[in-house]
C-alpha cells in the first residue's frame, strides 16, 4: 500500500486534548467531531487539510488521554496517514483499528511542511518526494497492513466473518 500526499508538520508531544478538545467529547458524528480537529494547537488545519494529507511529526505523537476521538476526527478531516519519530501506544492502536497507517520513523527532522512525500508501507520507505530522499522504517507485520487496507479493524472483523 502506498500513500502520497503533502505534509502537515508538527512537533513533539502532541496530545490527544489538543487533537481533539475534551469540551466536544459530547459530539458522536465523526463528520462533527472533524470540524474541531487540532482547532487548540492550529487554528488554520482544517484548511491546510484540503491540500495535504499527511501529519508527520517529532516524538510521543497522540500522548495523553486515551480518546479514540482524537484519530477519528483526523480521519474524518482527511488525515490519510501519520508519520513520527515515536507515538502513544494506545494512539498508535486507535489508530490502526480505525484503518489510518501510522510509521514510526526514526528522524523526521528532514520532512518538512509543505512537502510532498510517499510513504509504501509494504517496502518500509518514506520518499521525500520534494528533496528526492528516502528513508526506510519497519515495515508493519502483515496482519496490521490488512486491517489498513480493509479500513480498519471493524471492517476488517466483518470481512473475515463473512466469508
Known amino acids: 500500500m502506498r500513500i502520497r500526499g503533502k505534509v502537515i508538520r508538527y512537533g513533539d508531544d502532541i496530545n490527544t486534548d489538543v487533537i481533539f478538545p475534551g ?43 486515551s480518546r479514540e476521538q482524537a484519530v477519528i476526527c483526523l480521519k474524518y478531516a482527511g488525515i490519510r496517514a501519520i508519520v513520527a519519530r515515536s507515538f502513544a501506544r494506545i494512539f498508535f492502536r486507535n489508530a490502526i483499528n480505525q484503518g489510518i497507517p501510522v510509521v514510526e520513523l526514526e528522524d523526521t527532522s528532514r520532512i518538512e511542511d509543505g512537502e510532498e512525500i510517499e510513504i509504501d508501507l509494504d517496502e518500509g520507505t518514506v520518499k521525500n518526494l520534494t528533496k528526492g530522499e528516502d528513508y526506510r522504517f519497519k515495515p508493519p507485520p502483515d496482519f496490521i497492513r490488512k486491517i489498513i487496507d480493509s479500513g480498519g479493524l471493524l471492517n476488517y472483523t466483518k470481512e473475515r466473518t463473512n466469508r
Open 23 to 65: 469540551r466536544y467529547l459530547a459530539i458522536t458524528e465523526p463528520e462533527e467531531m472533524a470540524k474541531h480537529a487540532m482547532e487548540d494547537l492550529d487554528k488554520d488545519f482544517l484548511k491546510k487539510v484540503k491540500e495535504r494529507s499527511i501529519i508527520v511529526a517529532g516524538k510521543n505523537f497522540g500522548c495523553g488521554s
